[in-house]
């Protein structure tokens, strides 16, 4: 997801939560049309991107001070963006299943 459509969900969304649900909403998208359809490889870097770009934001989001989530779950969300970006890497180079990524977005989505 480019930082304009980012931008653009973010002036759609009612509140924060909303805005997260709706962002990955959209990669979610973009990762389940890559698992059923043969996409070409710049395709899939994209939606691999825009997947890792909305949890840096998160991740970046959690490093701050002035977060007000518990320090045990900002880590966690953390650690889970350090494993996107590993896990993405395996996905783009080796070729592996795209699905836990996609699971790992809709638990994010459902709470």
Known sequence: MSIKAYQRVA??????????Y???????????????AAMPP???????????????????????PQNALPMGLRAQ???????VARYSSEVMREGADIEPLIDINRTMMEG
């Open 42 to 64: 710049a395709s899939v870097a994209e939606a691999l991107d825009a997947n890792r770009k909305l949890w840096n934001l998160l991740s970046a989001d959690c490093s701050d």
């Open 11 to 20: 002036t759609q969304a009612d509140n924060p939560r909303e805005l997260e």
């Open 77 to 83: 969300i953390i650690s889970l963006a350090l494993w």
């Open 22 to 36: 709706r962002a990955f909403g959209q990669v979610t998208a973009g990762l389940v049309r890559i698992k059923e």
